[in-house]
């Protein structure tokens, strides 16, 4: 025990003095949080709508009127063919071509049928797809307004019966910072805690100083522990920080129990803490240690959910998520904060990241060599 | 001569094809400075390395301090101090600091720590540098700190690995009186050097040539053996023969 206050007091001194350290401290949850979720953002907007029309109609403006004033669109260009308004695609002034035919007006009026037809530029998936989607629903809206106007609504007339209507919950106004935020937290404590652990032993392997360490009678487990605690502590300093800005910046409060978020980050972080470890007892320079610990946390940050739902992943890749702590804390943070799920609830969560923290700790406590 | 801290027999390291230690076999006495020679990759380092339960050898046996060197690691480390070829006190920690953590993990009592800090401190005249960070001291200072460091603990035997490489000759000679000083006390020295002023200061030398002993015995010994008028001679003589080029 006494060993292990010596060698605690030994690692905050350095950590503290260490001035990059110190900075991160304050200054990576604040830019972390506040640039990533309002830059990042899968609302697509400023779709570029290129607009053939052959009608010239009141319908057909008002179609496009409609259409603009929804905020997703933009106007890019008002042409007579469509081979013009391709044009605009091929030289990426639009995302969208809309063509209205000739006689759209009339066939509105006449055969109450009219079609349009809609060109994506299929390149970028998400604007295309999202951009496709929304043209269609205005269309669709407003296929409504104009039956409306033309069939009067009697007992007998075929306007669709069952009609969907869908209210969200946990984040009723669908915003996306509220999705965010708590998966950039996630982020946080597994880049600081990973990285700053996966450096420490392979610094003092560089400077010589863990042969120092490795001639005293130090059992390996009180090194291990003396280098755990500290980056625990610090972890949740960090995540503290980043629950403050939650607030302060996106008025996100946790629905839940902090308690029970607190324990979760805790199991947690031992756990990351225990990878980054693990790594540097690999490595025997910082550089190396460094390229191991960025292709774990590129493969633990893209396929734990926090960009992309799990639920859409291919089998395998959902095989491989169950074997990424962090797909459990970003799940848990998000059911925390936003759903106010309690201790039963994240219970089997905790219990998974428990066990990671177990096996990863003393496999770095294994493979940490006095002798060669 | 009675009591025997050092016993290697045959001991040898291999790393691959590579034969850096080739069954070494010496003794070395309570409270004797040892001067372990050779020259650059004759194989000085690995056998300490060994010595000090920070190597695993391939063949041989040994023990320190009565230890076995396979088993009794850990027992051994009690007894032993280190101070390696790379400076290594931790820069980044005032010379309090790093004197309080070393007697710390060795399991000095607070009293005792106290004490000690104070009379080494007060030994080196180090008393304006206790708050300064150890990586803004001169070199000299480092390496008499980082000896006195590592016998703080009273440790039977003290391990050297060139401490004075790069150390101006004043201060060489006041790192040797601290030598000499825990020699007195009764402590073991076991030092590696270039120097071959250095080594006349020693009781005894043995001296390395492609990883085997090939002379062992006082300097004075060893300069009627060889005919020669110094141990500078002697080392010049052995080491002309070496084949590995480092």
Not at chain 2, 20 to 23: D, E
Not at chain 2, 86 to 94: N, P, R, V
């Given at each position: 025990m006494r060993t292990i206050r010596f060698l605690l007091q030994k690692e905050f001194r350095q950590i503290l003095r260490n001035k990059t350290i110190r900075m991160m401290i304050f200054v990576m949850p604040v830019v972390q949080l506040i640039l990533i979720p309002l830059a990042a953002?899968?609302?697509?907007?400023?779709?570029n709508l290129a607009v053939t029309d052959h009608d010239h109609s009141a319908y057909s403006r008002q179609l496009i009127s409609k259409i603009t004033a929804?905020?997703?669109?933009?106007?890019?260009g008002y042409n007579n063919s469509f081979k013009e308004s391709f044009a605009f695609i091929e030289s990426d002034r639009a995302d969208l071509v809309l063509e209205i035919p000739a006689r759209f007006e009339k066939d509105i009026i006449r055969e109450n049928e009219a079609k349009v037809f809609v060109a994506v530029n299929a390149i970028n998936g998400t604007k295309a797809s999202l951009g496709g989607a929304y043209i269609g629903n205005i269309i669709r809206d407003y296929n409504n307004e104009v039956r409306a106007k033309l069939v009067?609504?009697?007992?007998?007339?075929?306007?669709?019966?069952v009609e969907v209507t869908s209210s969200n919950w946990f984040n009723v106004h669908m915003n996306y910072h509220v999705f965010m935020v708590p998966g950039i937290l996630a982020i946080l404590v597994t880049m600081v805690g990973g990285f700053l652990s996966a450096l420490n032993i392979v610094k003092e392997k560089e400077a010589g100083t863990i042969e120092q360490i490795n001639v005293t009678p130090i059992k390996k487990y009180h090194f291990i522990i003396g280098k755990l605690i500290p980056f625990w502590v610090l972890g949740n300093i960090i995540f503290s920080i980043g629950m403050l800005i939650a607030w302060l910046?996106?008025?996100?409060?946790?629905?839940?129990n902090l308690l029970v978020l607190y324990a979760c980050v805790s199991v947690y972080l031992l756990a990351i803490l225990g990878f980054g470890l693990l790594i540097s007892t690999f490595c025997d320079t910082q550089q190396q240690a460094m390229l191991i610990m960025f292709f774990f946390m590129m493969i633990f940050i893209l396929m734990?959910?926090?960009?992309?739902?799990?639920?859409?992943?291919p089998g395998w890749a959902k095989i491989i998520s169950q074997f990424n702590p962090a797909t459990y804390l970003i799940e848990v943070i998000r059911m925390v904060v936003?759903?106010?799920?309690?201790l039963k609830d994240v219970l089997p969560h905790i219990i998974k990241l428990g066990l990671f923290a177990i096996v990863l700790n003393t496999w770095a406590v294994f493979n940490y060599r006095k002798t060669t | 001569m009675s009591d025997t801290v050092i016993i290697a027999d045959k001991l040898t390291k291999k790393f691959g094809d590579f034969i850096?230690?080739?069954?070494i076999s010496f003794e070395v006495y309570k409270g004797e400075i040892f001067g372990f020679l050779g020259a650059n990759g004759a194989g000085k380092t690995t056998a300490m390395r060994m010595l000090c339960g920070l190597s695993v050898p391939s063949a041989g046996k040994a023990t320190i301090a009565g230890f076995d060197i396979y088993k009794q690691t850990e027992q051994i480390k009690r007894k032993i101090g280190y101070m390696s070829q790379?400076?290594?006190?931790?820069?980044?920690?005032?010379v309090l600091e790093n004197i309080r953590f070393f007697g710390g993990i060795y399991g000095l009592g607070y009293k005792e720590l106290k004490d000690k800090s104070e009379q080494l401190i007060e030994k080196l005249g180090m008393h304006n540098q206790t708050?300064?960070?150890?990586?803004?001291?001169?070199l000299g200072w480092k390496q008499k700190l980082a000896f006195s460091v590592a016998v703080l603990h009273d440790p039977a035997i003290v391990f050297l690995d060139e401490?004075?490489?790069?150390?101006d000759p004043v201060t060489r000679r006041q790192f040797w009186e601290l030598i000499y000083e825990a020699a007195n006390r009764g402590v073991t020295v076991f030092v590696t050097t270039h120097y071959m002023d250095e080594a006349e200061y020693c009781n005894r030398i043995s001296i390395m040539v492609d990883g085997k002993i090939e002379a062992l015995d006082t300097p004075v010994n060893l300069k009627k053996a060889f005919n020669a008028a110094s141990i500078d001679d002697v080392f010049y003589q052995l080491a002309r023969g070496a084949k590995r080029i480092e």
């Open positions: 953002d899968y609302e697509v907007k400023n779709i929804s905020g997703y669109f933009r106007l890019t009067p609504v009697t007992r007998f007339n075929p306007v669709p019966a910046v996106y008025g996100i409060v946790p629905v839940g734990g959910g926090l960009y992309t739902s799990i639920d859409s992943m936003l759903k106010g799920s309690g | 850096a230690t080739n069954q790379k400076f290594s006190l931790y820069e980044d920690l005032t708050k300064k960070l150890v990586a803004e001291l001169p401490p004075t490489g790069g150390v």
